[in-house]
């Protein structure tokens, strides 16, 4: 940090220092607020919560003996876990309230550095560099320091991983919005980002001979496509198929993101031919028939690590392990869901009958189609009765709508994964993923999966982001510093049909 930059920082320190008066009001009407919606948090807890933290959260020691101060007993650490433990949910958020309100920063220490910096600007370069020092180290929370050393003890960064998970559920919940609240948890991911660097992580294969626990929680982090029985699990894990998974020294036993594969002759375009179909578990791989690599599921296992990069990491790791098996495998590519995509559709069907623009989305023929199979009059009425289709996954039924709708519904999917943004990034939490990793846009997939929940999702429809290796680096670059997604001729063209369709 330069000069300037902290200069910066401490005017903006000097006037957050004059509004502390404020932030101390609100934080005395979020008190009050919770003791009202929370009446059984009694008076004793209330003082049991502030003896825990005045005795496990010791001060920061001073500048001068940063480095000599001995750490504070093991014990200080097990009682803060082990009472943090026992609190209820409501508690728990009262608990971090006060940890992350009364032992943060000392503002009134940082304002007065700050303003030493200051005044130190036409000093020499050793004084100040000096005071910038003492400033960065004014700004560390007093809490920082508990959560390294719990990290410590055995157990301690699974707790940390979970008392983390808490504080997202608190802020996505909007029980808590506090600004110390949401810096307690920027500063435990900093931790744990540092933590789960990917040079301290382990990529396991995952076998049927690996322990019984950790295929079992394998089979119980499987977020995409659920796992039905231990065969449909043996089956995961066997010929054709490969399982690995993440995992570190401090968390044993504990996959933290899983990536399931298929093994296949080429770019597979429907998930039944992966997870649902029969295929037995006992026959030896012919290495002729494996020129493919199909990423079908990837899950993050730990609530409490989200915003730390492990995914991305996976799947570059498992690369390198696949070409070291197979050198002659050319083709990478995932085969992915597309959440969100019937609910976006929903909200598209109803905004276009709002406006009056109910015949934009589909083609004169393709209405008729709707007209006919539902009865309903043209217009809005028809409108309405492809929304109640979709809705209720009818159309399904129909091999006649399926034929009709595939057209439509594919132009839709594709501008909804290309053209609709948060930011200037691809809405869809999927596609920004692997367009993060520097992958292709290659191919929408129709009736990819037809269970009751890739129906309900997404219309049956899947999509395979393809890893050109050669490119990805490109690709990636070209995606998060201009926003530029990297598409296939068949992605491309469903977004050009739909934007002529639409008028935009």
């Not at 719990?150 to 996505?172: H, T």
């Not at 810096?183 to 991911?189: A, E, G, I, W």
């Not at 269970?451 to 490109?474: D, H, K, W």
Request: proline share 4%; aromatic share 10%; glycine share 4%.
């Amino acid at each position: 940090m330069t000069a300037f930059h902290l200069s910066t920082a401490a005017r903006s320190l000097l006037k957050t220092y004059r509004h502390r008066a404020v932030i101390k009001t609100v934080q005395g009407l979020r008190a009050w607020e919770f003791r009202n919606m929370y009446p059984c948090t009694s008076i004793a807890e209330h003082n049991s919560m502030e003896e825990i933290l005045k005795k496990t959260v010791v001060p920061l020691p001073t500048y001068e003996m940063r480095e000599k101060s001995p750490p504070p007993p093991e014990s200080n650490s097990l009682e803060f876990m082990h009472f943090y433990k026992s609190l209820e949910k409501e508690q728990r958020l009262e608990f971090l309230e006060k940890l992350s309100h009364d032992f943060g920063v000392d503002h009134r220490w940082a304002s007065d550095l700050a303003a030493k910096m200051l005044d130190t600007q036409g000093r020499d370069v050793a004084t100040i560099l000096q005071v910038e020092d003492r400033l960065r180290y004014s700004l560390t929370p007093r809490y920082r320091q508990l959560l390294t050393h719990i990290s410590k003890v055995q157990g301690g960064v699974k707790f940390l991983v979970d008392l983390r998970a808490d504080l997202i559920e608190f802020a996505s919940s909007k029980i808590s919005d506090s600004p110390h609240m949401r810096d307690l948890n920027s500063t435990l991911k900093s931790l744990l980002s540092e933590w789960f660097s990917v040079g301290l992580l382990q990529l396991e294969r995952i076998t049927w001979r690996s322990p019984c626990e950790i295929l079992q929680k394998i089979s119980q982090y499987e977020a995409v496509h659920p796992v039905r029985n231990w065969t449909d699990l043996k089956r995961r894990v066997g010929p054709y198929r490969r399982c690995y998974a993440f995992t570190h020294a401090s968390m044993p036993g504990e996959p933290l993101v899983v990536l399931h594969v298929a093994l296949t002759e080429d770019i597979a375009n429907n998930i039944q031919g992966i997870v649902r179909e029969f295929a037995t578990v006992d026959v030896d791989e012919d290495v002729n028939k494996i020129n493919a690599a199909i990423f079908y599921s990837i899950s993050s296992t730990q609530a409490g690590l989200q915003g730390v990069e492990l995914g991305n990491y996976l799947i570059k790791r498992v690369v390198r392990e696949l070409q070291s098996e197979f050198p002659h495998m050319a083709q990478f590519s995932s085969l992915s869901p597309i959440p969100g995509f019937s609910l976006w559709l929903q909200g598209t069907l109803g905004q276009h009958k709002k406006e009056g623009r109910a015949t934009e989305l589909l083609s004169e023929q393709e209405w008729r189609e709707v007209e006919d199979v539902t009865g309903a009059a043209p217009g809005a009425p028809a409108l309405e009765a492809l929304r109640r289709l979709i809705g209720t996954s009818e159309w399904i039924r129909s091999d006649r709508l399926v034929h009709a709708l595939e057209p439509a519904l594919m132009r839709l999917c594709a501008w909804y994964l290309y053209g609709e943004k948060r930011r200037g990034y691809a809405l869809n939490p999927v596609a920004n993923f692997h367009l993060q990793n520097g992958a292709t846009m290659w191919r929408l997939n129709w009736q990819a999966d037809t269970s009751p929940r890739g129906i309900a999702n997404s219309c049956g429809i899947m999509v395979n982001y393809r890893y050109f290796l050669q490119e990805t680096s490109t690709n990636s670059t070209a995606y998060m510093q201009n926003k530029v997604i990297k598409a296939s001729e068949q992605v491309v063209g469903l977004v050009s049909q739909f934007q002529k369709n639409s008028k935009l």
